[in-house]
């Protein structure tokens, strides 16, 4: 027992936070192979890409949900959803806090980097605030879609739709128990109004949650936190106008619906694409221009230290204010009057190559072991990586080497390439320094 404790004790968090995931998958995934959480055997692959695609809250299936899972194995998906998204350290904090325990710095530091906070100061307290939060905002959500769906499906099938998909969609998971998603309901109010604010709260970040309710003023507020703000307002009206403007006339998506109903949908489909995967419309029928925009909005994904995926927002608005300000002439990256420090630059270039990188390596392997299209492969490696869960209607057909790259990509996605970096080589700081020297580019 002392020998293990010096073990876990020597992992780095990286390494910690790599192999807590790996053991509380392959426990999902033993669960659901068991007889009484399925209505037809499934195969081990089978299990273990379901395991995956819920606790890195992707949402990605190889077999049907409702089709092949019992409700005891819903309960499994919905349990490892949850502990994706609040995420498995935050659990056990909860756990040792409420058994009186002291939290070290070594724990502290691998819940900053689950939690993707710079500091490691307030960690304990973000966790707090963040299950007092999530829990609240999920048991709200749930009563109102209950009010929805218990007249439609009755006490025991409404109460269990709506307790599953609240915790699916404010996690940003897009695991649903229809067959077509949320099809269904392309034109519900209630629904759509529901289902996007879960993924918006969620898709924030709980800094910016716990930032806003602590300060309630847009002036006090923190930089990251007016950036998320507005930049997700901003992305959510472009890409809702053009998903309305590419598929307005095309009849196997936006076109057969009234206006009311395509408004409706656009609006949906704009919120979730970042990172939830729902889907209302079929997205294997969608144009090509559409299917381009998708793939941009599930790369770039929800923000820091949320239950969402992809290189994260504010990555990609750092990214954009430093080609601004290199085409401009600046030093410098400024926003809200604030400078960002060349080190924030830097992670923010490193988190998108390493991004990029893992996606061209995933979709290189997928082009050798699939036979498909190039652009269905493409969407299911980024969708995959973004932890969306969006598919063309490749998931279901893939081989089994490529469920095994699926799989990785998943976990790449969940964990962040930075962490994965952080596996395989340890961060330390020089200090000396070379000489200087220019080297042409461009």
Sequence with gaps: MMILRKKVLKLSPSQLL?????IFILLGAILLKLPFSVKEPISWLDAIFTSTSAMTVTGLGVVDTPGTFTKIGQTIIVILIQLGGLGIMSFA?????MLGKKIGIKQRIVIQ???NQINMGG??????????????IEFIAMVILAIRWVPQFGWKEGLFDSFFHAISAFNNAGFALWSDSLMQFAGDPTVNVVITLLIIIGGLGFTVLVDVFKKRNWTKLSLHSKIM???????????????FLLEYGNPKTLGHLSLGDKIWTSYFQSITTRTAGFNSIDIGSMNESTVFLFLILMFIGAGSASTGGGIKLTTFIVIGLTVISFIRGKDDVFIFRRTLRPSIVIKALSIAITSISIVVLAVFLLSITEHAPFVKILFEVVSAFGTVGLSMGLTGSLSFFG????????????????????LITKPSKANFKYPSEDVMTG
């Design 18 to 22: 790599f192999y807590v995931f790996g």
């Design 113 to 115: 980097q689950a939690l």
């Design 93 to 97: 904090v909860l756990i040792f806090l």
């Design 123 to 136: 960690v304990i307290k973000l966790v707090k605030y963040l299950f007092f939060f999530s829990l609240s």
């Design 403 to 422: 469920k095994i790259i699926i799989i990785i990509v998943m976990f790449a996605g969940k964990l962040g390439p930075l962490t994965l970096a952080y």
């Design 229 to 243: 703000i507005i930049s997700t307002l901003v992305v959510n009206i472009v890409s809702m106008f053009f998903i």
